[in-house]
C-alpha cells in the first residue's frame, strides 16, 4: 500500500488536466488509489496491459453498486438495469441476441442517414459565431437515436430535450425524461410490431438466437433505454475531437487535406480525448492481484482510461496527437465482454460528423476559450464556442 500512488480527484489542478495527473502515477506503479468525491477511495489501473486484463477479467464485476442510481418514479425502474450492469450468462445471452443488430456493416449502412440528419443540424446553423456543443454535437446523438428506434418526426424535438436532460445525470428534468423515453419506446416497439421497418427496434424485435430465444418486451424497452443513455457519448466525442484538431493546426490542415485519413483520425481520437475518463467500478469477487498490488475481495476497481491510451509501453510517443498513428488499440470503447456494443455505429457518428463540419466550414475557428467541466469521470465541455466563417454550400 505504501508504494502505491494516490491522486485526489477533489483537486482543481488535478482536474485540469488529468492525462498530466495520472502520468507520475502510471510510471511508478500499474495501480493507483483514488479519491473520487462521493465515491470515496477506489483502485484504479493505470497501465494497458493490466487495464486489458482488468476488463476482462470475470473477478471484476459490475453490480448495482457501479452506478449511481438517480431518482425515477417506480414505474420505470424495472427498465433501469440494463446489460451494463449484468455479468455472466444473463449479459452473454443479450450481448448474443443484439449484437447482429450492431455489427460494423450495419453502422455504415446506417451512414447514409446519419449524414442526412447532419446536414439538416448544420443547415439550422447560422453564420458567424455558433456554440457547437448546443448546436450540433449534443442534438445529434438524439436526432440518430431517434433514427434507430423510430421516433416520428413530430416527436423528435422533445426527444432532444430528453437528451439534454438524461446528459445531466441527474434532477427534475431527467426524473421527467425517463418515463417520456419509456412510453416512446413502448410505442415505437409496438409499431415495429406491427409493421416492421428499416430501424435497430425492427431488426431487435425480429431477432432470435439459435435456439428460439427473443427478446421480451422488457428487455426491448430497456435496450432503448440504453442506446439513450450510451447514444450521449458521441456527442462529448465530437466536441472533444473539435477542441483538439484546433489545437493541432498541422493535424487539422493535413485531415482538411486528405479526408480518407478520417477514419484513423476517429480512433487516434478516442485516444487522445476520449470522454470516458474512467469505466464504471467494478468489485472484486475474490482477492485479485493486479500488477503485483493486491486488491482486496468486494473494494471497487476501476480502469483510467485516460492514463492507459497514453501508456508509453503501449503506444510510441504516446504524448503526440498524430492522426496517421497506425494501429491505435485504445481503450475508448473498452475492452472484454462490456465492449461498447454500438462503437461501430458511434465511430461512423463522428467520422460522418467531423467530416461534414470540416467540409461546409473550412475556415471554422476556436471564438473563444473551450472550458472543460471539473468532471474526474466524464471528459467534457460546458460550451463550444466557434466562429463558422462563409459556408461552402
Not at 187 to 215: F, K, M
Not at 242 to 247: A, P
Not at 254 to 280: F, H, K, N
Amino acid at each position: 500500500m505504501t508504494d502505491v500512488p494516490e491522486i485526489d480527484l477533489s483537486d482543481v489542478a488535478v482536474l485540469r488536466d488529468l492525462a498530466a495527473a495520472y502520468a507520475p502515477a502510471r510510471e511508478k506503479s500499474p495501480v493507483a488509489r483514488l479519491l473520487a468525491p462521493g465515491l470515496g477511495h477506489l483502485w484504479a489501473v493505470t497501465r494497458y496491459e493490466e487495464a486489458r486484463a482488468a476488463l476482462a477479467d470475470p473477478r471484476l464485476e459490475i453490480n448495482s453498486g457501479s452506478f449511481l442510481r438517480p431518482g425515477v418514479p417506480e414505474h420505470c425502474a424495472r427498465y433501469m438495469r440494463t446489460m451494463s450492469e449484468m455479468n455472466g450468462p444473463e449479459h452473454t445471452r443479450l450481448r448474443r441476441l443484439v449484437a447482429p443488430a450492431f455489427t460494423p456493416r450495419r453502422a455504415l449502412e446506417f451512414a447514409p442517414r446519419v449524414e442526412a440528419i447532419v446536414g439538416r443540424l448544420l443547415g439550422e446553423l447560422q453564420e458567424g459565431k455558433a456554440d457547437l456543443l448546443a448546436g450540433f454535437a449534443r442534438p445529434l446523438p438524439m436526432e440518430v437515436i431517434c433514427e434507430l428506434v423510430g421516433i416520428p418526426a413530430a416527436d423528435r424535438p422533445a426527444w432532444r430535450e430528453y437528451g439534454v436532460a438524461v446528459a445531466t445525470g441527474h434532477g427534475e428534468a431527467f426524473a421527467k425524461a425517463i418515463p417520456a423515453i419509456i412510453e416512446g419506446a413502448k410505442a415505437a416497439i409496438a409499431e415495429a410490431r406491427r409493421a416492421p421497418s428499416a430501424n435497430v427496434v425492427s431488426d431487435l424485435a425480429r431477432i432470435a438466437g439459435e435456439d428460439g430465444d427473443r427478446l421480451s418486451d422488457d428487455e426491448l424497452v430497456t435496450m432503448v433505454w440504453l442506446l439513450v443513455l450510451a447514444g450521449q457519448t458521441p456527442a462529448n466525442l465530437i466536441a472533444n475531437a473539435l477542441v483538439t484538431l484546433f489545437q493541432h493546426p498541422d493535424q487539422l490542415a493535413a485531415l482538411r487535406a486528405d479526408p480518407a485519413l478520417m477514419p484513423r483520425a476517429v480512433e487516434e481520437l478516442a485516444r487522445w480525448c476520449t470522454p470516458q475518463i474512467m469505466t464504471v467500478p467494478r468489485f472484486a469477487a475474490e482477492d485479485v492481484e493486479i500488477g503485483g498490488v493486491r486488491i482486496p475481495k468486494g473494494e471497487p476497481v476501476t480502469v483510467s482510461v485516460v492514463a492507459a491510451n497514453r501508456d508509453p509501453r503501449a503506444f510510441d510517443d504516446p504524448d503526440r496527437f498524430d492522426i496517421t498513428r497506425e494501429p491505435v488499440p485504445h481503450l475508448g470503447f473498452g475492452h472484454g465482454p462490456h465492449f461498447c456494443v454500438g462503437a461501430g455505429l458511434a465511430r461512423v457518428e463522428v467520422a460522418v460528423a467531423l467530416g461534414a463540419l470540416l467540409r461546409r466550414f473550412p475556415g471554422m475557428e476556436l471564438a473563444g476559450e473551450a472550458a472543460y467541466l471539473p468532471d474526474p469521470g466524464t471528459q467534457r465541455l460546458a460550451a463550444l464556442p466557434v466562429t463558422l466563417g462563409a459556408a461552402r454550400r
